[in-house]
């Protein structure tokens, strides 16, 4: 089993960054691919960037790239996901994502089998 857990969230102005952090646990000497959703009120959970297991190769939603960024370090069992440029239309629940049994299809949410909380982004105007 493994355990998910976000962190880094918070309110910020728009234009400004945040950095959300999560931490993978109960992985033993696996590095699984991993990704970041999020979800507003009322809507569906989207897709927002993942990370192949290496690390090699990353993948984004069009509405974030040249803003947002993901990356690993597999010493810590850690992903980041490092937000610029924030707009209001970024305010949600972010959530990250572990693909362990689960498919390759890296952009929909089905495709991965754990999930942590959840962390909120509030961006002001």
């Known amino acids: 089993q493994v355990q998910l857990v976000e962190s880094g969230g918070g309110l910020v102005q728009a234009g400004g960054s945040l950095r959300l952090s999560c931490v993978a646990s109960?992985?033993?000497?696996?590095?699984?691919?991993m990704g970041w959703f999020r979800q507003s009120p009322g809507k569906e959970r989207d897709f927002v960037a993942a990370?192949?297991?290496?690390?090699?190769?990353?993948y984004y939603a069009d509405s974030v790239k040249g803003r947002f960024t993901i990356s690993r370090d597999g010493a810590k069992n850690t992903v980041y996901l490092v937000m610029n440029n924030l707009k209001p239309g970024d305010t949600a629940v972010y959530y990250c994502?572990?693909?362990?049994?689960?498919?390759?299809?890296?952009?929909?949410?089905?495709?991965?089998?754990?999930w942590g909380q959840g962390t909120q982004v509030t961006v002001s105007s």
């Open positions: 994502a572990a693909i362990q049994y689960g498919g390759h299809n890296y952009f929909a949410a089905n495709a991965y089998d754990y």
């Open positions: 109960g992985v033993t000497g696996t590095r699984l691919p």
């Open positions: 990370i192949t297991w290496s690390g090699d190769n990353t």
